[in-house]
């Protein structure tokens, strides 16, 4: 009987008929007889989630897996004509089909939630050295290369938002042109996205921010709150901005409105201030709100130390953002994977099983009804055992 191999069970989930739709429009099969976009990213995920290492790596260890080709759709490939596509074909089909999957996963979190967390912020893709020229002409003071930057909801630890741009694009800049403010959403935040007029915006939206104050930030405060003698709690008080203009001939929206500035206590550190438009929580829930901002950094850990993002198979600008689209698309496709089932709680305990066995044909939940048949003949044997003549 035909079972399905752990890979083709992950691709199931993926959007197909959509992905071949955005390479219709987009033209990215153009002229391509052999290997089309579908080979490319099917080739892509095999690389992300075995962790290869080089190109080369990538065509061997695919192409020794001829026999389970057929029923993924695709075939085996050459190592000239993976980097010939991975420089010429368009990026956009793999762009859309993972805001396709951000936007599926963001929906059904937010239908089960609601109160719902957002923790914004970017991490840099370092390029630099031969082959990564290109980079040169966005290269500042501390980064040369490319930026990610996404919005990860805190319940689920799964991304709702991402976007490459430049390493020069600040981030703010993206944030206020691309994050869509939603209502009784809470956006965490670091002092990247200080912006008093955007902040005024998300207040307007009746949604909430947490953040950073600047050490600078001009501020009269104009009450004292109840700290509730909460220890790491050093103050909780009411506030206002002092001065009508955020910079040269910029008007500050947020001025004469109440602001909430909460400072933590640190051990061995400075205090840490935080301001927000939340008057609801407790100053202690304020603080746990910015301290699992953590989570975001995480995330960027994860990604790119258990997916493919530390070494390229191409140099060229298109080869590193299908790159990271593919990796992006990898985890989504395996948060969802494990949001069906039942027998991985954690995230890297089904990528270490899809890793080591990606050809293997057994079901997802074969351990799980494995245990649960065990389970129940080991409550059967001892039923029958404390019975009574």
Known sequence: MYSMTRFSQLLKLFPKSSFQQAVKKHKADHYVKNFKSWDLLVTMLYG?????RSLRRLVDG?????HNHYHLGTSTCKRSTISE?????????????CDLLLNQASKKHKRECKNLVSIIDSTPIRLAGHGYEWTEKWKNRKEQGLKIHVELNQQNNCPSYAN?????VIDITDAKANIKIQKGTTYVMDKAYIDYNWWHEINQ??????TRRKSNTGYKVTKELDNNNDQDIQSDQVIEFKYKHSG????????????RLVTVYRPDKKPMALITNDFDRSASEIAKLYKDRWQIELFFKWIKQKLKLKTYFGRSENAVKIQIYCALIAFLLMNKLKNQTKNWP????????????LFVRDSINTDYYKRRR?????IKRLQTTLEFP
């Open 48 to 52: 992300q989630i075995t962790q290869t």
């Open 62 to 66: 695919f192409n020794s897996h001829s």
């Open 85 to 97: 596509s991975l420089s010429k074909r368009s990026v956009e089909p793999f762009k859309q089909v």
């Open 164 to 168: 490459i741009t430049a390493s020069n």
């Open 205 to 210: 939206k009746q949604a909430y921010f947490v």
């Open 248 to 259: 040269v001939k910029r008007i500050n929206k947020y001025h004469g409105q109440p602001l």
């Open 346 to 357: 954690k995230m890297i305990d089904l990528q270490t099983w899809l890793k080591h066995g």
């Open 374 to 378: 065990a389970k129940k003949e080991l």
